[in-house]
């Protein structure tokens, strides 16, 4: 029996997963997201287009394939009605191939506004929120009072939907001075709903079963990275789902014995959008020089993000919560004109060396690094690792050594045929 394999990001999300999400669904009949919401922004690159998904899984452009939409998704109708909108208008068919899982929660526009209300109260202390909602909405999932997919199929969705929103107003009022109108959204919140309707709506823990049973191949894709977790990231600038390959099993109703290979991916530096610890951060030009270089602005926000250098104690702590099988590098190339390369392989704190990702992991923790030499010439054009310069190939080994996971598959650019499968 196929198990379902498991692509997800190492680091602090940004890390390339549409775009190898996009190479590997050739092997896989199904595609589903598992968790978060539409502050993911999945970029995918080929015949001289580019395409950004927010909700939908990264599968949607091969034919033949199968894209879930799962239960530990959060849904925001305005958004998933303009993405569907911009692949329809591609001449692409989705009726056929997207499904939507009644158990997932919706956004509604009074969330985005108690996300907006919450983060502008926090003042210094700020988050770093995309400001989607996301955030309250994971929250009346736990407090039990959200609404989910499945409800707009009920006549009493509509009150159902002003019982919500009328909580939601008694929450904004407590905030002093905090002025909103949703009305406009509201509209298109509404319309979108009614694009919903368009798609299977499906009790997805039973389909992506029989799929299972049926062996048929499945890949669950992440959003965001193993950093941002609500339990293991670095709290609270964290997002509000399970990123890690445990989320697989609560957000597609799964069970562990189910897993297959665990695809983990990670550049080949660090980036992180927002706030939030980031012990190899750089604050010189060497930081510069890779947020040029590497087009490092959020494929949804627009912000500019963080740089730094490799970081394996946090890598290792990644791969050992997730059980990564394989991994996957994205984004060498971006060093490809650096005379030194450095990776973090230990922290310093209060005179101390640590192994291990600490739990306050603030500004006075201290990355002990190693030096590589760089390989100083354009890898873009490589297609095998033997064509790899001598420079290149020791510090892929020395990840390999240290995470004891092979690297198995090395971006050297966004197209889809700059992509080496060892």
């Avoid at 949607?60 to 958004?79: A, E, K, L, M």
């Avoid at 890598?315 to 996957?328: D, E, P, Q």
Wanted: charge should be negative.
């Amino acid at each position: 029996m196929k198990k379902v394999d498991v692509v997800l990001g190492l680091q602090w999300g940004d890390e390339g997963k549409g775009k190898v999400v996009d190479v590997l669904t050739p092997n896989y009949k199904v595609i589903a997201r598992f968790q978060g919401g539409p502050n993911a922004g999945h970029s995918i690159h080929f015949a001289g287009k580019s395409f950004v998904l927010h909700t939908v899984p990264s599968g949607i452009f091969r034919d033949g394939s199968v894209n879930i939409i799962g239960n530990g998704v959060v849904v925001d109708p305005v958004i998933l009605a303009d993405e569907i909108a911009q692949i329809e208008a591609m001449g692409i068919d989705l009726t056929s191939k997207l499904f939507l899982s009644k158990k997932a929660h919706l956004i509604l526009p009074t969330h985005r506004m108690l996300d907006a209300a919450s983060e502008a109260a926090k003042g210094k202390t700020k988050i770093g929120s995309t400001l989607k909602g996301i955030g309250p909405t994971y929250m009346d999932k736990t407090g039990r009072n959200g609404l989910r997919i499945g409800d707009i199929l009920s006549p009493e969705f509509k009150e159902r939907y002003e019982r919500l929103k009328s909580k939601h107003a008694e929450m904004l009022a407590q905030y002093e001075g905090f002025e909103y109108d949703v009305t406009e959204y509201e509209q298109k919140w509404f319309e979108g709903i009614e694009s919903l309707r368009r798609f299977p709506l499906i009790e997805s823990e039973y389909e992506v079963n029989k799929f299972i049973a049926a062996d048929e191949a499945i890949l669950a894709e992440g959003a965001q990275g193993s950093m941002l977790d609500i339990d293991f990231g670095t709290y609270p600038y964290v997002t509000s789902s399970n990123t890690l390959c445990a989320g697989v099993c609560t957000g597609l109703g799964v069970a562990p014995t189910r897993i297959g290979e665990v695809y983990g991916i990670f550049k080949a530096y660090c980036t992180r959008v927002g706030s939030g610890p980031f012990p190899t951060e750089l604050f010189d030009e060497v930081g510069e020089k890779l947020r040029a270089v590497g087009h490092e602005f959020g494929a949804t926000t627009g912000r500019p993000r963080r740089c730094g250098w490799l970081d394996l104690v946090a890598l290792k702590y990644a791969v050992m919560m997730n059980g990564v099988t394989g991994l996957i590098m994205m984004k060498a190339d971006v060093m490809n004109d650096f005379e030194t390369i450095k990776i973090a392989t230990a922290y310093e704190l209060n005179g101390e060396q640590l192994d291990y990702f600490p739990f306050e992991a603030a500004d006075d923790v201290k990355p002990v690094y190693r030096e590589f030499k760089g390989w100083n010439c354009d890898i873009c054009k490589v297609r095998t690792w033997e064509d790899f310069p001598v420079e290149f190939r020791e510090y892929v080994e020395f990840i390999e050594q240290e995470t004891g996971v092979p690297v198995k598959i090395i971006s050297v650019g966004p197209d889809r045929e700059e992509t080496i499968v060892r």
